[in-house]
């Protein structure tokens, strides 16, 4: 059974950081794409960084320079390191995967038909 499982999230004040991970099972992340998305309550979900299987990184222009996607592969997990954050990068975080040969079908979200798993979430809540 294929699962991610996303943990870190919590509240901190502006200025601080945060590292966020999104452990994997049922597949190999170091072979997949992987991503993070995150959504603000009752605001769209949006794209945040994505890594894929030759170690290239993508960001959105919002967390460039501020965040930082990471992969472990003996722990099989993709990190994501928040620094200098900001009251609008309060949402809940998503982890996203397409595993190496994925067949399908995709499941849906965030406006994505591309991944075929997502996880529960994790809420980050940053103060002013």
């Known amino acids: 059974e294929v699962l991610l499982v996303e943990s870190g999230g919590t509240r901190v004040q502006t200025g601080e950081s945060l590292r966020l991970s999104c452990t994997a099972s049922?597949?190999?992340?170091?072979?997949?794409?992987m991503a993070w998305y995150r959504q603000p309550l009752g605001k769209e979900c949006s794209f945040i960084s994505r890594?894929?299987?030759?170690?290239?990184?993508v960001y959105s222009d919002s967390v460039q320079g501020r965040f930082t996607i990471s992969q472990d592969n003996a722990k099989n997990a993709v990190f994501l390191q928040m620094n200098d954050l900001k009251p609008d990068d309060t949402a809940a975080y998503y982890c996203?995967?397409?595993?190496?040969?994925?067949?399908?079908?995709?499941?849906?979200?965030?406006?994505?038909?591309?991944?075929?798993?997502w996880g529960q979430g994790t809420q980050v809540t940053v103060s002013s």
């Open positions: 890594i894929s299987n030759n170690g290239s990184t």
């Open positions: 049922g597949f190999t992340s170091a072979d997949a794409v």
């Open positions: 996203a995967a397409r595993p190496k040969d994925f067949q399908g079908p995709p499941a849906y979200k965030c406006g994505s038909w591309y991944f075929g798993y």
